[in-house]
């Protein structure tokens, strides 16, 4: 198995594509601004306990919490012999999430519309460049 380390200067989206699971070291920073894209790409997550994340994130099927070295192995372990459970229950989630937030889920797609059309007037724009 490959481990993908990335830090607050990555693009997610790119990342969540070819993920099979985010470890969240550091909750506090790393899920400020991707607690929704993580939900919605439907990738596990196991994040570091912190007290300041977790009033507001309680643990779901799709997110577990590690205090420990010991812990963080221990969820590795349950991922990698239970992963089909895993993945059917970050499907569940994700489903919960579009039926119950469906303004949020259209948002996104407008803005999957959008990036696709900037990348195309990009590619465009390098090839004139180029020619």
Request: with cysteine; net charge negative; aromatic share 12%.
């Amino acid at each position: 198995h490959e481990i993908l380390i990335f830090d607050g200067f990555d693009v997610l989206e790119d990342l969540v594509c070819i993920a099979d699971l985010i470890v969240a070291s550091n909750p506090v920073c790393s899920l400020q601004y991707s607690t929704r894209l993580a939900l919605e790409s439907q990738v596990p997550l196991i994040a570091a306990l912190d007290p300041a994340i977790s009033e507001w994130m309680p643990q779901t099927p799709l997110m577990k919490w590690y205090y420990s070295k010991d812990s963080l192995a221990q969820q590795l372990s349950d991922w990698l012999t239970h992963r089909a459970q895993w993945e059917a229950e970050a499907m569940a989630l994700r489903r919960h999430y579009h039926h119950h937030y469906p303004n949020e889920h259209w948002m996104d797609v407008w803005r999957q519309v959008f990036a696709m059309k900037e990348c195309f007037i990009e590619s465009t724009t390098a090839q004139e460049r180029f020619q």
